[in-house]
Nanobody
Framework: QVQLVESGGGLVQPGGSLRLSCAAS????????MGWYRQAPGKQRELVAA???????NYVDSVKGRFTISRDNAKNTVYLQMDSLKPEDTAVYYC???????????WGQGTQVTVSS
């Protein structure tokens, strides 16, 4: 079992920045690929950014150049640095952990990000 707890969401003006954190516990964090998803009202949940156990990253096109995902295996934490935020980034952001080759798939409770003036 893996428990995921997100933090760092909030209200920010357009053009501002936020850093989301996701603290993991309960298993060997470094074995897991980690992802940040978001879900806006009335829309499907989408993958925003992901990082493999080896540190490779990928991003949805709409956030490339603005968001950065990183992980600190010593702290069992994955981060999402969000810069140049836009109103369309408003959503609940969820942390996800999967372990390739297994059925392990865990979600955090989500954190609200609102970009508004």
């Amino acid at each position: 079992q893996v428990q995921l707890v997100e933090s760092g969401g909030g209200l920010v003006q357009p053009g501002g920045s936020l850093r989301l954190s996701c603290a993991a516990s309960g298993s060997i964090f470094s074995f897991y690929a980690m992802g940040w998803y978001r879900q806006a009202p009335g829309k499907q949940r989408e993958l925003v950014a992901a990082i493999t156990s080896g540190g490779s990253t990928n991003y949805v096109d709409s956030v490339k150049g603005r968001f950065t995902i990183s992980r600190d295996n010593a702290k069992n934490t994955v981060y999402l640095q969000m810069d140049s935020l836009k109103p369309e980034d408003t959503a609940v952001y969820y942390c996800n952990a999967i372990r390739v080759g297994t059925f392990d798939n865990y979600w955090g409770q989500g954190t609200q990000v609102t970009v508004s003036s």
